[in-house]
């Protein structure tokens, strides 16, 4: 069943990712991420979990650790785009993709990965987010509570 489940998430991917290059970015949608990156707040018990996953040797081991922790308190709540929150009120009430991902891609610049914020376009009205987090030998994506990691070969 895991692995069905796992190429499932690997098909999705891959069909997101040619949809991305072949997609357009809207520069609003740009500037938006530049601003939430800017007023997003954090707390020391974000900081204490990084932390404590940071003693994992590799991006896979550490993301699953974080991962662990997400599956534990992860709440889906869908809010409005031009409302920012911070990680406690993320981890205490929820959030949607969009929350998700800033969170994730926070993790990926404590840690020192290189981030990449992935927007699909699902309908005229509905967008959908989700992180790509890499290193030097491998690359995670990160969609709010699923973690998907492949090692360059």
């Not at 098909?11 to 997609?23: E, R, T």
């Given at each position: 069943?895991?692995?069905?489940?796992?190429?499932?998430?690997?098909?999705?991917?891959?069909?997101?990712?040619?949809?991305?290059?072949?997609?357009?970015?809207?520069?609003?949608?740009?500037?938006?991420?530049?601003?939430?990156?800017?007023?997003?707040?954090?707390?020391?018990?974000?900081?204490?979990?990084?932390?404590?996953?940071?003693?994992?040797?590799?991006?896979?081991?550490?993301?699953?650790?974080?991962?662990?922790?997400?599956?534990?308190?992860?709440?889906?709540?869908?809010?409005?785009?031009?409302?920012?929150?911070?990680?406690?009120?993320?981890?205490?009430?929820?959030?949607?993709?969009?929350?998700?991902?800033?969170?994730?891609?926070?993790?990926?610049i404590k840690y020192g990965y290189n981030t990449k914020s992935v927007i699909i376009n699902i309908d005229k009205h509905t967008l959908h987010m989700f992180m790509?987090?890499?290193?030097?030998?491998?690359?995670?994506?990160?969609?709010?509570?699923?973690?998907?990691?492949?090692?360059?070969?």
């Amino acid at each position: 069943m895991k692995e069905k489940i796992n190429r499932i998430i690997f098909l999705v991917l891959c069909i997101s990712i040619i949809l991305i290059h072949y997609g357009t970015f809207n520069n609003n949608e740009l500037k938006q991420l530049k601003t939430i990156k800017q007023n997003i707040s954090t707390d020391s018990d974000i900081y204490e979990l990084i932390n404590l996953c940071e003693t994992n040797v590799n991006i896979t081991a550490r993301l699953q650790c974080l991962i662990n922790y997400v599956d534990t308190i992860f709440i889906y709540k869908e809010r409005p785009d031009d409302v920012d929150i911070s990680f406690n009120v993320l981890f205490d009430e929820g959030g949607d993709c969009r929350d998700w991902s800033i969170f994730w891609e926070y993790v990926g610049i404590k840690y020192g990965y290189n981030t990449k914020s992935v927007i699909i376009n699902i309908d005229k009205h509905t967008l959908h987010m989700f992180m790509i987090l890499s290193n030097n030998k491998s690359y995670c994506i990160v969609d709010q509570n699923v973690l998907n990691c492949i090692e360059y070969a």
